[in-house]
């Protein structure tokens, strides 16, 4: 027969939006002094502790706003590198220009070479400027979009003991 101070091997209770589930002796509380003398209230030495391990608020950046500044910082990259080869590929078109007056054909393999690095710096420019705008769209809804929900889930494990806590 159980000893009068012991609850049953599973203990479930619902309070202030966290689940929490117990299984192994749980020792009731002395009523006179309101304190828990069972040894399954703390886990064995080397067990993992049931305390939360959810980061506090208000410290550091979560990783919805890092990965948007992540980026935002892939949005100023593709514009500086879509603007250095959209000015390159200008610069090249005018030079294949001077081989090659009014026309992308021409009919000399100098020509041929400078039209072709005009475009080539072109198609360069425009995928940077794709890749500019991904970014900037990336991080502007990873910015304004809210964060993950704040539940933590805790595992703990004692002596004939093991609890589980989710929190919502």
Not at 126 to 150: D, H, I, N, R, Y
Request: charged content about 10%; hydrophobic content about 40%.
């Amino acid at each position: 027969m159980a000893h009068p101070s012991h609850r049953s091997s599973l203990l479930r209770a619902a309070t202030a939006g966290a689940l929490v589930l117990l299984a192994g002796p749980v020792h009731a509380a002395d009523p006179a002094t309101g304190s828990d003398p069972g040894p399954s209230a703390t886990p064995a030495s080397g067990a993992q502790s049931s305390q939360p391990t959810t980061a506090r608020q208000g410290q550091g950046m979560d990783s919805q706003k890092l990965a948007s500044l992540v980026g935002a910082g892939v949005a100023v990259v593709g514009i500086g590198l879509g603007t250095t080869y959209g000015v390159l590929a200008l610069s090249r078109k005018s030079d294949a220009e001077s081989v090659c007056p009014g026309s992308a054909v021409c009919a000399t393999p100098e020509g041929v070479s400078k039209w072709s690095s005009a475009a080539s710096a072109a198609n360069v420019s425009t995928f940077m400027f794709v890749v500019a705008g991904l970014g900037a769209l990336e991080a502007a809804v990873l910015w304004l979009t809210p964060g993950p929900s704040q539940t933590s889930t805790q595992v703990g494990l004692g002596p004939g003991v093991l609890s589980l806590r989710r929190s919502w």
